[in-house]
């Protein structure tokens, strides 16, 4: 396992454009639960009825009830957790390039990287479907 570390070290080195991809698992450790599998969000409500955009532009109050009252306390209590901290540092000594998450917390932000994509967007602020306003 040691020579694997080490490998995987050695690659980062030498690497010159590194991308961190990231998911639930990382922020698992602030707190924040994964919304699949065991303890998820998932295992009460149904993901097609609350995080399918069929669902929302059909009811928009009632995803955003169920995910205000789920999530919103949770996210906003969360702090980045050492393995964010680690990219942060990785990122300063040039070698990480760009984070890509599934993530919607801002725990990447929060924890000092620049350049995170977002590819399911974030629960900080929205963007209105009619007229693309951004609201935080």
């Known amino acids: ?16 454009s590194t991308i961190a991809l990231t998911g639930a698992g990382i922020s698992i ?13 998932w295992e009460k409500f149904d993901p097609m009825e609350y995080a399918h955009i069929d669902a929302f532009t ?4 009632k995803v955003w009830n169920v995910l205000l009252r789920e999530m919103k306390g949770i996210i906003d209590r969360a ?3 050492d393995a964010h901290k680690v990219l942060v ?6 070698i990480l390039k760009t984070i890509i998450t599934q993530n919607i917390d801002g725990l990447h932000q929060k924890a000092g990287n ?3 994509i977002e590819f399911h967007g974030n629960f900080a602020w929205h963007r209105c479907l009619d007229c693309e306003k951004r609201c935080e």
């Open 79 to 81: 702090k980045p957790n």
């Open 89 to 94: 540092r990785l990122e300063s000594m040039g």
């Open 1 to 16: 396992m040691d020579d694997l570390i080490d490998k995987a070290a050695k690659d980062l080195a030498n690497s010159k």
């Open 58 to 61: 059909k009811d928009p109050a």
């Open 114 to 116: 620049r350049d995170v």
């Open 29 to 41: 450790e602030s707190g924040i639960p994964p919304f699949r599998g065991r303890g998820g969000i």
